[in-house]
């Protein structure tokens, strides 16, 4: 079992940045490979970024060359930096561990999000 905690979010205006974080505990960290996703008010939870034990990294087309998905494993910690934000960034953003997948049914843990709102 993996716990995970996010942390880091909040109001911020357009063009504005943002570092998530979200704590794992339980099982060792490192030998999953971990992701970030959203969820906006009526939408579908959607893929942000996605990072695996050998450190490759995955981005959604949409935040692609804004965001950045790192990992430090000695403190059991996910990051997500954010750069450039606009509005339809809004949303609660849900880390999740057990896969780099872009489909969420492929992760086994998630934390309970956090919620980023940017206004314009």
């Known amino acids: 079992q993996v716990q995970l905690v996010e942390s880091g979010g909040g109001l911020v205006q357009a063009g504005g940045s943002l570092r998530l974080s979200c704590a794992a505990s339980?099982?060792?960290?490192?030998?999953?490979?971990v992701g970030w996703f959203r969820q906006a008010p009526g939408k579908e939870r959607e893929f942000v970024a996605s990072?695996?034990?050998?450190?490759?990294?995955y981005y959604a087309d949409s935040v692609k060359g804004r965001f950045t998905i790192s990992r430090d494993n000695a403190k059991n910690t996910l990051y997500l930096q954010m750069n450039s934000l606009k509005p339809e960034d809004t949303a609660v953003y849900y880390c999740?561990?057990?896969?780099?997948?872009?489909?969420?049914?492929?992760?086994?843990?998630w934390g309970q999000g956090t919620q980023v709102t940017v206004s314009s």
């Open positions: 999740a561990a057990g896969s780099y997948s872009t489909d969420a049914s492929g992760y086994d843990y």
């Open positions: 990072i695996r034990l050998s450190g490759r990294t």
């Open positions: 339980g099982r060792t960290f490192s030998v999953y490979a």
